[in-house]
């Protein structure tokens, strides 16, 4: 079946300028979560929806940063005003529930640069 | 707030060698461990998981992890490694306590040399 999906897979963008990155879970998951991979920090946690309760913001380097998730479904991670410090890999993933042990299953991927 | 620790940035084997890469936590609650490599060009897959039970757990590709609740351990084995486990592996940890984000380690560049 169709995995997670990530849009787009790269992303150019000038220091100043908002981005959005999307984010297609596997259909029938509930749980969503962003992640960040860069060559400083190693993998980091950023948010994570539940259904429809409120968010767990807990990973969000700065109020820059804001995600939300329509439908219960498709999300979007909103940067604004982009550093060259934002520059990663902003990985998606899905679970089928969330509050339990369970896997996470991961997209490819957006990688963004600041110049 | 748990966090997760991989002594080996790079690894380099020959095919046929043993593998084994070390990863501890820190949290003294009830963890949920896993296992995730990425290959080169691939996005982060699961290799294994412990939730509970037998502390020695089987994954894919013939990999193997050892749940050591008292050394707060969960190293990854593989008894003879190929040159197509070229990869990053990461160890990662969430918490009852920690809603279910993973924790991740700073992982572990594998090359394995033909």
């Known amino acids: 079946g169709a995995g997670v999906s990530q849009s787009p897979s790269n992303k150019v963008t000038e220091k100043g300028k908002d981005v959005e990155l999307r984010c297609d879970p596997i259909s029938g998951h509930t749980a969503l979560y962003w992640y960040r991979q860069s060559l400083g920090q190693g993998l980091e946690f950023l948010i994570y929806?539940?259904?429809?309760?409120?968010?767990?913001k807990s990973g969000l380097p700065s109020d820059r940063f804001s995600a939300e998730r329509t439908g219960g479904s498709v999300s979007t991670l909103t940067i604004q005003r982009t550093q060259q410090e934002d520059s990663a890999v902003y990985l998606c993933?899905?679970?089928?529930?969330?509050?339990?042990?369970?896997?996470?299953?991961f997209g490819p991927g957006t990688r963004l640069t600041v110049t | 707030a748990q966090s997760v620790s991989q002594h080996n940035h790079h690894v380099i084997l020959s095919e046929a060698a043993s593998l084994e890469l070390g990863c501890n936590y820190s949290?003294?609650?009830?963890?949920?461990l896993f296992w995730y490599v990425q290959y080169p060009g691939q996005h982060l897959q699961l290799l294994l998981k412990?939730?509970?039970?037998?502390?020695l757990v089987k994954g894919i590709k013939g990999f193997e992890a050892e749940f050591i609740k008292s050394k707060f351990s969960f190293n990854l084995r593989k008894p003879s490694v190929q040159w197509s486990d070229t990869a990053e592996y990461f160890c990662?940890?969430?918490?009852?306590?920690?809603?279910?984000?993973?924790?991740f380690g700073g992982g572990t560049r594998l090359m394995v040399k033909p």
């Open positions: 990662a940890v969430n918490t009852n306590n920690a809603g279910n984000m993973l924790t």
């Open positions: 929806f539940q259904g429809n309760s409120a968010p767990d």
């Open positions: 949290y003294g609650g009830t963890v949920n």
């Open positions: 412990y939730f509970s039970g037998d502390p």
């Open positions: 993933a899905s679970s089928l529930v969330g509050g339990v042990p369970t896997e996470q299953y």
